[in-house]
């Protein structure tokens, strides 16, 4: 499992985590402004993270689902304006990895375009194509309590992140792969993506301690989050429903350790 540690500074009291993913940029139904938007919105945070999870490009190949005749844009161009729109935040980028429209490319060509695009930004090192697991500190603790240490230590945060597969067409099986993470690896924040489905939800979970011969009661959030894709295309045709195209945004507080997303 591919671990990335950030360090962010001791004065902030929260970190927002924004996630980027399902863009789907070069499908003639992906919504630009929106996706310019959520960039936007990243660039002007300056408690602002920011974690790629999977088809930032359309991919469209011949022998894909998606229409490759449509397409606006061809792979190399995608790639372009992939690493021209993040560019402006690179820095902010703790985690990346690749989703199933990409994985067109490696399967038939053996080529990783979104390692490509975060080659380009500098941040490889972050990147994994399987799925990352982010340690991020930042802030100062208040108390004893709520993460464990001293007071006046920095705040922990275990983060992991995945693609996703699967996921079926109802909203219950979506959930139950979102879920499904916390039997992959111990976390405080799971992401999820590929379903197109915004969804949060906290599940509570006995943390063991070994050191201190102890367990300690703590809630893991799960995030899945949304799309930047327009009705139509093959979504349609396969009778698929319209996706929400809102996105959560995930809170992690300094003092105590508490994680929260809004949609």
């Keep these: 499992m591919h671990c990335v540690r950030i360090d962010r500074p001791s004065d902030w009291l929260i970190a927002n985590v924004y996630v980027l993913a399902d863009l789907h940029i070069g499908d003639p139904h992906a919504d630009n402004r929106i996706i310019a938007r959520r960039v936007e919105q990243i660039a002007r945070d300056p408690q602002a993270l920011c974690i790629i999870n999977g088809d930032l490009l359309n991919t469209a190949l011949r022998n894909s689902v998606s229409d490759v005749y449509g397409e606006v844009a061809t792979p190399m161009q995608q790639i372009d304006e992939a690493c021209g729109l993040l560019l402006p935040i690179k820095d902010k980028i703790i985690g990346a990895t690749t989703g199933n429209h990409e994985a067109r ?10 390692r490509l695009v975060c080659r380009q930004l500098g941040v490889e090192d ?11 500190r930042f802030g100062k603790k208040q108390a004893h309590g709520c993460g464990g240490g001293n ?18 067409r109802k909203e219950g099986a979506k959930a139950i792969r979102l879920a499904d993470m916390a039997a992959i690896v111990d976390a405080d924040v799971y992401i999820h993506g590929h379903t197109h489905l915004p969804m949060v939800f906290k599940q509570a979970f006995y943390r063991v301690s070994t050191q201190q011969c102890s367990a300690q009661l ?3 959030l799960f995030v899945n989050s949304g799309a930047a894709l327009n009705y139509g295309g093959y979504g349609q045709a396969q009778e698929y429903k319209p996706s929400s195209l809102a996105t959560p945004v995930i809170q992690l507080e300094a003092w105590h350790k508490i994680a929260t997303a809004t949609l």
């Design 151 to 168: 007071a006046g230590a920095p705040q922990w945060y275990s983060i992991y992140a995945t693609h996703g597969s699967g996921g079926g």
């Design 126 to 136: 972050k990147y994994s194509p399987d799925g990352v697991l982010v340690f991020l």
């Design 218 to 220: 703590v809630d893991k």
């Design 105 to 114: 490319a490696y399967r038939s060509d053996g080529i990783d375009m979104t």
